[in-house]
């Protein structure tokens, strides 16, 4: 994967936070959740990119 999805994972980690954090500060579990998930998500994405990278470099 490119440095182009390494930035999308980390878009997702960023925009998960706040919403967590948004959540937390209003009460809205529904929102606090749907944060956790966009970073997990992100994670996610960065690791594939990370696998991917892993396995070029071998080649």
């Known amino acids: 994967m490119s440095l182009e999805d390494q930035a999308k994972g980390a878009m997702d980690q ?15 579990s529904k929102t606090e959740a749907e944060g956790k998930a966009k970073q997990a998500f992100g994670d996610a994405k960065d690791a594939a990119a990370d696998a991917v990278d892993s396995v070029k470099d071998k080649f």
């Open 14 to 28: 960023a925009t998960g936070k706040a919403k967590e954090v948004a959540g937390k500060a209003t009460g809205d």
